[in-house]
């Protein structure tokens, strides 16, 4: 990883001023910007790593951060209550999928809630939001994983793929700078008005709108989607103010779902 391309591309005022870089690092970077929490860092503080070894994904799952990949997490400080912060992983998808289209793709970006970016139908990107109490002071870690230059994957990975093998060529150094850029901005936008004003931007972009949607009740089966349940079926309608997927049933009634897993049905 090169700090001065990341420092070329970057224009923020505090996301990635305060940069951690790493080849290889040996845990998760989240685990890695909580330390420094622990230790006084300010927000906006960024530990990138090339490779991320026992990176994390949501639901207790394993993210595999191998050669090729990009692995940033990045601390916030919001002077907001715990409870209106659950979107802002949302919000930190549209951030990722406006910055990787800056590279080519376009509308084949979609994202898939709430949490990941699909490239043709595949995963190119898992983003993990942690909220701890560090200090006495509430954190926010704001960690994702995309894979950018990856020829391969394991067979038991069919669902994923690279930028690359989606077509599209960026340097891991100038997407994770435009990554900071568009999230600043974001991030300073979620602070002022919640999510609401991304209502639009996000349901256009999501995958599986208007389409049959089961939602599973992953919690059941310990985070395993192959042996959850399914907790309601429906069309999917995009997403509410507050993040939540909303489910159309057969009769016409709107359930909002602030988890569980979503299976679309194509």
Request: glycine share 12%.
């Amino acid at each position: 990883m090169d700090r001065a391309l990341i420092e070329k591309h970057l224009k923020t005022k505090r996301l990635g001023q305060k940069l951690g870089l790493f080849d290889r690092i040996e845990y998760s970077t989240n685990d890695a910007v909580f330390e420094l929490a622990g230790e006084g860092a300010s927000h906006g503080t960024t530990v990138i790593a090339g490779v991320q070894e026992n990176g994390k994904g949501r639901l207790g799952r394993t993210w595999l951060s191998g050669e090729g990949s990009l692995a940033m997490s990045i601390l916030l400080r919001p002077d907001m209550p715990a409870h209106e912060l659950p979107p802002l992983t949302l919000v930190c998808a549209l951030s990722v999928r406006r910055a990787i289209t800056g590279f080519g793709g376009n509308g084949a970006v979609r994202v898939k809630w709430p949490n990941d970016i699909l490239v043709y139908g595949k995963k190119v990107c898992g983003i993990l939001l942690e909220q701890r109490t560090v200090s006495s002071k509430n954190c926010v870690v704001a960690g994702l994983g995309v894979n950018v230059s990856q020829e391969s994957f394991p067979d038991d990975l069919s669902g994923a793929a690279s930028l690359r093998l989606s077509g599209i060529n960026a340097e891991r150094e100038a997407l994770a700078a435009e990554v900071l850029n568009h999230f600043e901005e974001d991030y300073e936008k979620f602070v002022r008005g919640g999510f609401e004003p991304f209502v639009s931007e996000y349901t256009a972009c999501m995958a599986g709108v208007g389409e049959r949607a089961d939602v599973l009740d992953s919690a059941v089966s310990g985070g395993d989607k192959e042996a959850a349940p399914i907790a309601a079926s429906g069309v999917c309608r995009g997403v509410d103010t507050e993040g939540r997927f909303l489910l159309e049933l057969p009769d016409g009634e709107r359930l909002a779902f602030a988890g569980g897993e979503i299976s679309i049905r194509s």
